[in-house]
């Protein structure tokens, strides 16, 4: 009888172990993320739809709720993937030998990248049309109703759109690969069609993210002045709350004499405009109230960043779309295996690295930003206690499409040397010249095109508002001919 080899054992366990330290690592994380963001839309949920008389319809939207919440919770793992993967290597390069971060290491990296994937594929290709259709669904005609019922058609549904999905993906591969062998191996679902098919969910998340950015990144100017408070220079507080008071003592009195107006009013409205005209004079109370270092200096400050952070963007993938013409390895590649704590990803060392952080971060707030700006997508925009499942099951989608194209997104543009671990890096455009440097182009000039729109447009309005100009009656110049005619009459 042979003697157990006790170094081969001790390898084994040790492998054993770390597997298990990495599962409770990752588990422990995503349970984080999961509570976080079932807080966040149960402030969003209508509460008509789950205390409704029929419990079915409650059940049903219970459940489609907790899949929305994992869908949220992968997004917003994915968003925070690209950064704690550049955080941990910087740690790592700064206490190599450090007994109390032995646990962060390449592997669970690693793992997590493969772990963001994995669910995102599961989350846009089956969670997400089950909630959708199991929603809508009622159950087949003559079958028993309730619950039961409406999984047997949800389900049926969803292998029909499978079917549609995976045969349309068929096509797509053949006419693009002219492989022979591709096109007849429909078996391989998992190494070629699905990668496939998310590859092109991403391409599409990464040209949203093309329009969606320098939209925001335009509109955080002004979304920042509206939750700040601005310079007496710039904003005149007392009229606006005279304004405010004015308009809701104008409704007041239309709610309590409905007979004085020959018109049929509708009361519901009235009072909801009334709610939203108390609700802004309360906060224009606030920002009355507020102290003198943070009205003139708060807002120079927040501009001044956001103005820093978005040059400093430009010039990055500027920068980046010279280093595409001189140097091959400027383009996006992927990384099979995560070395982490050997080098720095970023010239400036560490300081460098969080300069990524906040550039990636600032980034995604402005794709949000730019996405619910945008004329296309404004109705999805999320209400405050009053929005139906169905939108929830719409922005989570969208979230999950723009949070998931995040890390090629940063790579692509050059704001991170950081390679895209997993099957992030086996998008076949990735290696593709023309895309990446029209895309570093297109970005480039997007964003400035929008900044310089929208800044001069931006003084101007606050010069004209700051000298009063815009209370002066001045002739409209637009119509000439129509004010002759005034005249004439």
């Known amino acids: 009888m042979e003697a157990p080899d006790y170094e081969v054992l001790s390898v084994r366990e040790q492998l054993f172990h770390e597997r298990i330290r990495e599962c409770i690592i990752s588990t422990l994380l995503f349970a984080t993320l999961y509570i976080l963001c079932h807080i966040f839309l149960t402030r969003f949920k209508k509460p008509a739809e789950f205390t409704t008389v029929d419990d079915e319809d409650a059940t049903v939207n219970k459940i489609a709720l907790e899949l929305c919440t994992f869908t949220l919770a992968i997004a917003l793992g994915a968003v925070l993937l690209l950064p704690f993967s550049i955080i941990s290597n910087e740690v790592l390069l700064s206490l190599p030998r450090n007994y109390y971060i032995q646990w962060l290491n390449g592997s669970l990296i690693h793992g997590l990248w493969n772990l963001v994937f994995l669910f995102s594929n599961l989350s846009l290709i089956f969670l997400m049309p089950f909630a959708y259709f199991f929603t809508e669904s009622e159950g087949f005609a003559g079958s028993r109703k309730g619950v039961l019922g409406r999984v047997y058609e949800t389900v049926v549904m969803l292998m029909l759109l499978t079917l549609l999905v995976l045969g349309m993906v068929w096509v797509a591969s053949a006419i693009v690969d002219k492989n022979k062998a591709n ?40 979304v920042t002045g509206k939750l700040l408070v601005k310079p007496r220079l710039l904003e005149d507080l007392e009229e606006q709350l005279y304004c405010s008071a004015f308009e809701e003592a104008a409704l007041t009195r239309r709610i309590c004499n409905p007979t004085s107006c020959w018109l049929p009013l509708d009361m519901e409205l009235l009072h909801r405009q009334v709610l939203a005209l108390q609700t802004q004079r309360v906060l224009l109370e606030k920002r009355r109230k507020a102290s003198a270092w943070q009205r003139n200096l708060g807002y120079p400050l927040a501009m001044l960043c956001l103005l820093v952070l978005t040059g400093l963007s430009v010039l990055i993938v500027a920068i980046h779309i010279l280093e595409l013409l001189i140097d091959e390895a400027a383009m996006p590649r992927g990384m099979q295996g995560a070395s982490l704590g050997q080098v720095s990803f970023s010239k400036l060392g560490s300081f460098g690295a969080v300069i990524q952080v906040v550039l990636i971060f600032y980034l995604m707030v402005s794709s949000v930003v730019g996405f619910y700006s945008s004329p296309l997508f404004r109705s999805l925009r999320p209400r405050w206690h009053d929005t139906a499942m169905t939108q929830i099951i719409g922005n989570c989608v969208c979230l999950l499409v723009l949070s998931s194209a995040l890390p090629v997104f940063s790579r692509t543009l050059g704001l991170t040397r950081f390679d895209l671990l997993g099957d992030f890096g086996r998008f076949n455009w990735l290696g593709n010249f023309y895309i990446v440097f029209l895309y570093n182009a297109a970005f480039a000039g997007l964003t400035t095109l929008c900044l310089v729109k929208t800044f001069t447009a931006a003084v101007r309005a606050e010069l004209i508002r700051a000298f009063g100009l815009d209370r002066l009656p001045l002739p409209v110049s637009g119509f000439p001919q129509a004010s002759r005619k005034t005249q004439h009459q």
Not at 187 to 211: A, H, K, M, R, T
């Open 183 to 222: 096109r007849e191996s429909l078996y391989d679902f998992w190494e070629y069609y699905l990668p496939y098919l998310y590859s092109c969910i991403s391409f599409l998340g990464v040209l949203l993210l093309l329009v969606c950015t320098p939209l925001g990144l335009a509109r955080m100017f002004s």
